[in-house]
């Protein structure tokens, strides 16, 4: 089904932007795929293409997990662009719970700076948009997260990515 009423807001507006092409805002159907599945797995992994709307579906997945305080990981090239055009552009359209997510770099997590970035922030769901990143066992970045999941037993998981694989063997 498409679950884009339970997050457009009432309000909602718009003069022609790319989210919604002169109409209405709809989440497409793999979105709303994604956010059955997690709520239904308390989770999600989602080997999802590039360009399917994985970022709307990682900033409504706190409100869709019913979770406290949420932690976003994103690359560090994104986060600004996250924090400052899409989230404004996407909360024109529909409920995020913004007040409810942090969003991390994931170089924060690597740099010693970082090292405890997610237990100051005490996520009870962490979303890893392009979690990929984390698939070196031996980068910093990965022991942290993994240290903190272990510590944070009732911590949930989505992770998405479009290029959750290589080509070679």
């Known amino acids: 089904p498409d679950l884009t009423p339970l997050w457009l807001r009432p309000d909602a507006r718009c003069a022609g932007c790319d989210l919604c092409h002169g109409g209405a805002v709809r989440l497409r159907p793999i979105q709303s795929a994604m956010l059955l599945d997690a709520e239904a797995q308390n989770g999600l992994f989602a080997a999802v293409?590039?360009?399917?709307?994985?970022?709307?579906?990682?900033?409504?997945?706190?409100?869709a997990l019913q979770s406290r305080r949420a932690v976003l990981l994103?690359?560090?090239?994104?986060r600004d662009q996250l924090r400052e055009v899409d989230l404004p552009r996407i909360r024109r359209h529909l409920r995020v719970p913004a007040d409810r997510i942090t969003v991390l770099a994931y170089s924060e997590l690597s740099h010693p700076s970082g090292a405890r970035a997610l237990e100051e922030a005490a996520p009870d769901l962490v979303v890893a948009d392009e979690c990929h990143m984390?698939?070196?066992?031996?980068?910093?970045?990965?022991?942290?997260?993994?240290?903190?999941?272990?510590?944070a037993p009732q911590c949930r998981f989505c992770g998405l990515s479009g290029t959750i694989a290589n080509r070679s063997v």
């Open 134 to 151: 984390l698939r070196h066992k031996d980068a910093a970045r990965t022991r942290r997260f993994l240290r903190y999941m272990r510590e």
């Open 49 to 63: 293409g590039v360009g399917h709307g994985k970022t709307i579906v990682s900033l409504l997945l706190a409100d």
């Open 74 to 78: 994103v690359k560090p090239r994104l």
